[in-house]
C-alpha cells in the first residue's frame, strides 16, 4: 500500500440491509473507509 484517502474521499460501503429475522427486519449492514492503492499485488494468481 503506498496511499490511502484523506477523509475528503471516506465512504460508506455495504449493503442497504442485513434482510434477517421473523418477521423481516432491516438494518444497515456497511462500514464507512477511505480508499487505498495497492500496486503490484497479484490476487487469485498461483505460481
Sequence with gaps: ????????????WGTPNCGKGEPPQTGHVGHGVSGARFRNVRVGVMS
Design 1 to 12: 500500500m503506498d496511499a490511502v484517502g484523506d477523509a475528503s474521499s471516506w465512504s460508506l
